[in-house]
């Protein structure tokens, strides 16, 4: 489980220059300045993607399914970052030498939404399912492998997160 303490990110200008503030989670994040995100496609040899499900608690997107992300805290690197969500939302320890960087975008916003975010898409290689009773939080209620056509029925049924749309023509391809 996640601590009571706050979650602190760096914060980064637009060329991804540290600017040595740290932020609060939650807090309004100051004009000119971006935390980092990653979000983590893992893909199994046969093609299949491994997606979770939130938590129906979650205060965005409950019950809808997704891929594996979220901040990257104070001190990380985008890989450690990568890898620690993976740990904490699948229960799976990815190996570093079977993930990329796909691209990397600075996203002022998404769909009217301030997001004032570097986003790292990564891309795993991994042989198996999510391990979520080994999952360090609550925040995923249920993971599946789909193929693409898997992941498209649930976007055209809405029960995919829509800012995910990149996959069909960025990942899945």
Request: charged residues 30%; aromatic residues 10%; contains cysteine.
């Amino acid at each position: 489980m996640r601590s009571e303490m706050p979650e602190i990110w760096d914060l980064y200008d637009k060329n991804r220059n540290l600017t040595g503030r740290d932020h609060i989670r939650g807090e309004i994040i100051p004009d000119g300045c971006y935390h980092l995100v990653v979000h983590v496609w893992i893909k199994s040899p046969d093609g299949r993607f491994l997606v979770s499900q939130r938590a129906a608690d979650r205060k965005s997107y409950p019950l809808m399914w997704e891929t594996t992300g979220g901040s990257v805290i104070k001190g990380e690197t985008s890989l450690e970052g990568a890898l620690r969500e993976t740990k904490e939302e699948l229960g799976i320890d990815l190996d570093q030498s079977r993930g990329r960087l796909v691209f990397s975008e600075v996203r002022d916003y998404v769909n009217g939404e301030r997001y004032a975010d570097i986003l790292d898409v990564w891309l795993f290689e991994y042989d198996g399912g999510a391990k979520l009773d080994q999952a360090t939080t609550k925040e995923v209620n249920a993971a599946a492998l789909l193929d693409r056509d898997g992941i498209q029925k649930l976007f055209d049924e809405g029960k995919f997160v829509g800012t995910l749309d990149y996959f069909f023509n960025r990942i899945a391809d």
